[in-house]
């Protein structure tokens, strides 16, 4: 049987987590989420039968774009991709998150967008932009562990996203619901 280690940024986003799943909360960013994640996973013994669910908001890149998602690809948006594959290494700035081809893609970086050319040039290659997705990812991936993804669009990642501590709240209901029928009980979600 599967067990589950669900990952969240901060308490507020993890707030309707259903009881008797454990919960990582990590700080924001990709440093914070990745030593975390990779302290936690370094300490469990059996990792075999472990998923990660990476649980969590998101600023919108599409005007359309509302509501849950599960994307299929995280992109690592704020490192210099180009200038250091020159410099002959990969950096795996895009991964694919094992959760299907959802065809969603989700960039994180360390940048809190609110800035409409920083929306708009991200937006060219994703959908989503969060501080932590990928490295969740990435450390995962690392311990040959699967993951998912899945974030709730809290704003327009634009000056909207400054009213991020009023929105979480129905973001953490959303996420907490999604959990329920994929989680704790995927059997109604195949009822309904």
């Excluded at 993890?14 to 440093?31: D, F, N, Q, R």
């Amino acid at each position: 049987m599967t067990e589950h280690l669900i990952v969240a940024a901060t308490e507020a986003e993890a707030a309707y987590v259903p009881e008797g799943l454990p919960v990582l909360v990590t700080g924001m960013g990709k440093t914070a989420a990745a030593t975390a994640l990779a302290r936690t996973l370094a300490s469990y013994g059996d990792l075999a039968e472990l998923e990660v669910v990476n649980i969590g908001t998101a600023g919108s890149l599409h005007d359309h774009h509302e509501g849950l998602f599960e994307p299929g690809i995280v992109l690592n948006h704020d490192i210099s991709a180009d200038a250091i594959r020159a410099l002959g290494y990969d950096v795996e700035e895009r991964l694919d998150c094992g959760s299907g081809s959802t065809g969603v893609v989700l960039a994180s970086g360390d940048v809190f967008v609110t800035d409409p050319g920083t929306r708009a040039r991200l937006a060219e290659r994703a959908d989503l932009v969060d501080m932590e997705g990928y490295a969740v990812v990435y450390v995962a991936r690392s311990f040959g562990v699967p993951v998912r993804v899945v974030k709730h669009v809290s704003d327009n990642a634009d000056e909207s996203a400054h009213d991020w501590p009023s929105l979480v709240d129905d973001s953490a209901r959303a996420l907490g619901e999604w959990l329920v029928h994929h989680v704790v009980d995927p059997e109604v979600q195949s009822q309904e």
